[in-house]
């Protein structure tokens, strides 16, 4: 058996998330689907995570095992492309990798990437892009807000009430967010997250940010650990998977 790595930059607009669904078009299943058609065999494709419906990735990560020995890698890469970019996605990169390497269970960090757009016009360009926000935000109080995310700390607050992880602590790296031109991206890097934490975190953020919430109740609702305190999670179309770190 032969081990292989894709690396997926993809629009998540069109889709029901990564995984594959009973009912629905999900990215897991098109580009399962394209590789076994190829190879001429069934072949199970295993991402690093489980991206919800709307989210979108500029470097998806996952692997698979096959029979076939893929000679020239170039070439299965542009013939795989050349059915999947219709639908908005691309496989960036494939290489071999040792029996032993995992997508999900090898990554090291996984870095999350939020994009708010902060004007009064709606965008078009970046339509489901990112998150449309008219209330102008106040970034230096966001920033003191991450600050608190920062370390291992119990995320039960911005955990989904159909969250399966068996424990609602993790340890963040690192939280920076960035303003530029109307648009404020927030990157979170932790080996793993809870369903739903990157979108609740950005969500209480932005309600810091319009001034709705103190610095004393974010870090109150943090410390609750009860997710009813939580703000309305951010809609999906502003988070990207940026990078898995192995």
Not at 34 to 48: D, H, Q, T, W, Y
């Amino acid at each position: 058996m032969f081990k292989f790595q894709v690396l997926i930059e993809y629009v998540g607009t069109n889709f029901r998330g990564w995984q594959i669904q009973t009912k629905g078009k999900t990215i897991q299943g098109l580009v399962q689907d394209k590789i076994s058609k190829l190879l001429k065999e069934k072949i199970i494709l295993v991402g690093a995570g489980r991206l919800d419906k709307g989210v979108h990735a500029t470097e998806q990560s996952a692997h698979f095992e096959c029979k076939t020995k893929i000679l020239n890698l170039d070439k299965f890469l542009k013939s795989l492309n050349h059915f999947l970019n219709k639908e908005m996605i691309t496989v960036l990169r494939i290489k071999k990798r040792g029996k032993d390497f995992h997508a999900r269970y090898s990554a090291k960090m996984r870095i999350y990437r939020y994009v708010i757009i902060n004007r009064l016009s709606r965008p078009m360009l970046e339509k489901n892009r990112g998150w449309h926000v008219m209330n102008k935000l106040d970034i230096k109080i966001m920033k003191k807000a991450a600050k608190k995310l920062i370390g291992t700390n119990d995320f039960s607050a911005f955990r989904a009430s159909t969250c399966r992880a068996k424990s609602p602590v993790k340890t963040m790296k690192s939280v920076r967010i960035k303003s530029s031109n109307n648009k404020i991206e927030i990157e979170f890097q932790s080996q793993s997250f809870l369903q739903q934490q990157v979108r609740s975190m950005v969500g209480c953020l932005k309600y810091v940010g319009e001034k709705k919430w103190t610095l004393k109740k974010f870090n109150f609702v943090m410390n609750s650990k009860k997710r009813i305190l939580c703000a309305p999670p951010a809609p999906p179309e502003g988070l990207y998977l940026a990078r898995v770190i192995y």
